[in-house]
């Protein structure tokens, strides 16, 4: 799908009514509630990864300058290191952490893999005060293992292989759980479960998911690294069947 694909956000399809019990409504009610609420923020996000899709073009001086300033703050204030993961298929995964976190759990957890354009989310727990996004924090995790050259480049000159994916793992937190349940609702005939598989671009469960609290960081991938990245948008979004999201870029 290229910009141009892109160009107008199709409106959301009216309200969807639920053959629920009785007894089951006012849960229903409150799922779509949630639902709605991310399906307007989702449009919210695409909106304007549309509008960076369209702009395209070289850095301003102030985004270079934000870039800069951020890079400063991630080589001052976290470390990064590679550890063995036996989840990960490459048996590898960068913990990246706050020098200033006072809980052990504050960590980044990432496997980014390069050489594929992708980038696998294990566990991301911020903690209060600090000042980079979960966005910046995974740009440069994929920075600092593309190569010991992109390392070195200022920010008007990487060089990072084009991003196609990044993949989160149980992906169920905050609002997400609500979402999860209501889609299940949209599709009784599954057991209760939600449907495994691709939401694909200007779908409700799409706008959703990418206006969920986990959609922030794959938005402001494209928001704030498309040069570096090579993408535009986000062209559909994978459920899997461990609540595990994948977001599917669309290249440059």
């Keep these: 799908m290229t910009s141009s694909e892109q160009s107008d956000i199709p409106a959301a399809p009216a309200d969807t009514v639920i053959a629920v019990p009785e007894a089951e409504h006012a849960k229903a009610a409150r799922l779509q509630a949630v639902y709605d609420k991310c399906v307007q923020k989702g449009r919210e996000r695409a909106t304007r990864m549309d509008a960076v899709a369209r702009a395209g073009g070289a850095r301003t001086d102030a985004q270079i300058k934000m870039l800069a300033e951020r890079r400063a703050l991630f080589e001052k204030f976290y470390g990064s290191a590679m550890q063995d993961f036996d989840k990960s298929a490459t048996g590898r995964v960068m913990r990246t952490t706050w020098t200033a976190a006072t809980e052990e759990s504050s960590e980044y957890l990432a496997t980014p893999i390069p050489d594929e354009g992708a980038l696998l989310l294990w566990n991301a727990e911020r903690e209060a005060g600090e000042k980079l996004s979960n966005s910046d924090i995974l740009f440069h995790q994929y920075r600092l293992a593309a190569s010991d050259e992109a390392t070195d480049k200022d920010v008007t000159d990487y060089v990072l292989p084009l991003m196609n994916y990044m993949w989160t793992e149980n992906a ?43 959609g922030a960081a794959p938005t402001y991938l494209v928001l704030d690294h498309c040069l570096d990245l090579g993408i535009t948008g986000i062209s559909q979004i994978e459920v899997g069947p461990l609540t595990d999201i994948t977001y599917r870029f669309t290249r440059t």
Excluded: H
């Design 172 to 214: 169920g937190a905050g609002e997400a759980t609500d979402l999860y349940q209501y889609m299940a609702l949209l599709n009784p005939a599954r057991d209760g479960k939600v449907a495994v598989g691709p939401r694909l671009w200007g779908s409700c469960d799409y706008y959703a998911l990418l206006g969920a609290t986990n």
